[in-house]
């Protein structure tokens, strides 16, 4: 068996090598009868490297690395390296050697140590092959997409403060998960990195699942049980730019390899997509998260600071432009396009989302249409126009209509996720709870109607830990979530509110059977402005729920809707029922409409109308008397 193939060498050269971490970093292997640890690493400009670890005392030049031909890439064979063992690569220049971690390693020192560690990811027997099989058969975008959105580190915290293991927190979460009926986990940044405060977004190693948690087989066997629960997994990356760590990517042959200007706003190093080493690199890595660990898609972080050259720049700065005179990051336009080909080539029914926050056309629109190829986007437009709506007093609500309406201008232009994130209860900007205006009953109430309106309103949907039981303070990644919180009736009554309208989501075919088609969404009313109250109606194709928002503190007895269909309907939740912690002791069961035209509707009903809540309303479908027949029959 030959050390390596050249080919492999020339296609990862040239940006081909789609599974390039098969190819470099550590792995074990047979050689000329002997079995060691094959170790190949990117370094054009380095005039040596060696290979220093526990195999060899640390020593220098005891295991030099050989330069294959002009390719940049050094490679060597040690028989007597073994799992395990920690290692670095000693890079030498003109002026100086230094240590470095391996780029393609599968696991490292737990923080603030750095070396890399000799992993075999193989060996893992994985159980969910019935979800794997069963997604094959689902469009993605005509199904309910519920996320969970989980930072592993401050979940939950043990007494003593430490971190929980990927096991010990796969036996919380996943059954908390499924009670409270999301369809998905998205977790914050698990690839390697240095500083506990960058919540993972600052990366060091792209292939290494973080030690902090346990080894990767771990994460394996997390992802594994959720899938075995009906619960799919997706994983935030992060491409745009790497942290300048000096045992990192940043400067690691000498000089800037990976990298090309220092990302202003964030104090890192952007990507140089320019270099076909880098995009085989990073797109090598998304199919990794996918092939080894199985994840259900990736949540693509700051896409804008990819796309846009002149990101993070001042209106009074200098913006770097393109070889056309533009704004546009050219290169890293085409990597985005190719990485989701690649991905959708081998994976068709993943999730690729993208972070997104400008007006940028077609980003879930095919490339060959010259999108950028996702399948969908983060509508980061209605999370700050909604929230901005919500903190006002509820009486400047009418003066600022617009901020609801105008989501339905845009919403079928894309794929949308409506993400209530963790960048939203972070750096003063407050807790969702502490975002609603009012006194404390007032403040739940407001809650309770924006996750309903987020619920009914078109696109998938994601909300951040702590929000489903309506926790007070910011999030703080040093510390767990305030589950104490749960010993008070009205945290415990929020919870249990998010936990019945997640449920009536899945149930409900109508709030997603056709979220990104304007076929699916009506509105009723959309212009009383004077009372902040909106009206429409989610639309499958064979049901329908009316949602009636009241934002205002004010009720209305007999408020008249209108409706399209002369049959009975009924109230199916109604935020302001006492046991989620309002007033309202029954929901309406039995609605009959009247032939009175309304709201531009054949027909119209009489409702009841709480202060600040929301109320989706159903046709109420009687059962036929063969099942009325059965029914007495079993009672006999």
């Known amino acids: 068996m030959s050390l390596y193939s050249l080919d492999d060498v020339y296609l990862y050269n040239n940006g081909e090598l789609r599974h390039s971490y098969n190819l470099l970093g550590a792995h074990r292997m047979k050689y000329q009868g002997e079995v060691g640890v094959r170790f190949m690493v990117w370094a054009p400009n380095a005039l040596k490297v060696n290979v220093v670890g526990d195999f060899n005392g640390w020593e220098s030049n005891l295991n030099q690395m050989d330069k294959i031909n002009d390719t940049g890439v050094w490679v060597t064979f040690i028989e007597a390296a073994k799992e395990g063992d920690l290692y670095k690569y000693e890079i030498v220049t003109e002026n100086k050697s230094f240590l470095k971690a391996d780029p393609y390693a599968f696991y490292s020192e737990v923080r603030p140590k750095t070396a890399s560690s000799i992993y075999n990811l193989q060996g893992y027997k994985w159980k969910d092959n019935k979800w794997i099989e069963n997604k094959k058969t689902k469009d993605q975008l005509k199904q309910p997409i519920n996320i969970y959105e989980v930072h592993l580190g401050s979940w939950r915290k043990k007494e003593d403060d430490t971190f929980y293991t990927y096991a010990e927190i796969a036996e919380q979460l996943i059954e908390y998960v499924t009670d409270m009926g999301y369809t998905h986990i998205e977790i914050l940044p698990l690839m390697e990195f240095p500083y506990d405060g960058s919540w993972g977004y600052q990366t060091i190693g792209y292939y290494s699942a973080t030690s902090r948690y346990g080894e990767p087989k771990l994460l394996m066997e997390l992802v594994d049980k959720c899938h075995q629960k009906g619960i799919g997994v997706i994983l935030d990356w992060v491409p745009g730019h790497f942290c300048k760590d000096q045992n990192g990517l940043y400067e690691f042959d000498g000089t800037n390899i990976y990298g090309v200007n220092h990302h202003k706003q964030w104090g890192t190093m952007n990507f140089n997509f320019e270099k076909k080493e880098v995009q085989n690199f990073l797109m090598s890595n998304a199919l990794f998260w996918l092939e080894m660990f199985h994840f259900d898609g990736l949540r693509v972080d700051g896409v804008t600071s990819m796309i846009n050259l002149n990101f993070g720049y001042d209106n009074n700065e200098n913006h770097p432009k393109n070889e056309f005179g533009g704004h546009q990051n050219i290169h890293a336009i085409n990597f985005i396009k190719r990485v989701n080909e690649n991905v959708f080539r081998e994976y068709p029914d993943v999730l690729m989302m993208a972070e997104e926050s400008s007006a940028w056309p077609l980003v879930t629109g095919p490339t060959y249409d010259n999108g950028l190829g996702f ?262």
Do not use: C
Not at 582 to 593: D, V
């Open 375 to 636: 399948n969908y986007k983060w509508d980061m437009g209605w999370m700050n126009d909604t929230l901005k709506y919500m903190e006002l007093d509820p009486a400047d609500r009418k003066y600022n209509h617009n901020l609801i309406t105008f989501s339905m201008a845009y919403t079928f232009s894309e794929n949308f996720v409506l993400p209530l994130s963790h960048d939203e209860a972070v750096h003063g900007k407050k807790s969702l709870i502490s975002k609603m205006p009012g006194d404390y009953n007032e403040k739940f109430a407001n809650l309770r109607l924006l996750f309903a309106y987020m619920i009914l309103h078109p696109g998938k949907k994601l909300m951040f830990m702590g929000g489903e039981f309506a926790q007070f303070i910011e999030w703080k990644y040093s510390q767990g979530l305030d589950w104490l919180l749960l010993d008070y009736e009205m945290h415990v009554k929020f919870k249990g509110f998010v936990k019945k309208i997640n449920k009536l989501y899945l149930k409900e075919n109508s709030l997603w059977q056709i979220d990104h088609e304007i076929d699916g969404f009506e509105w009723i009313d959309a212009d009383n402005s004077d009372q902040s109250i909106f009206i429409f109606r989610r639309k499958a194709t064979r049901s329908f729920v009316i949602g009636v928002f009241n934002f205002t503190p004010v009720s209305y007895k007999s408020f008249r809707v209108g409706v399209p269909k002369f049959k009975s309907y009924k109230v199916i939740i109604n935020t302001d029922m006492n046991e989620f912690g309002g007033s309202t002791e029954e929901l309406q069961e039995n609605i009959i409409p009247s032939k009175i035209k309304y709201h531009n509707q054949p027909y119209s009903i009489e409702i009841d109308v709480p202060p600040l809540s929301a109320q989706f309303i159903k046709i109420k479908y009687n059962r036929k008397k063969s099942d009325k027949r059965s029914s007495n029959n079993n009672r006999r």
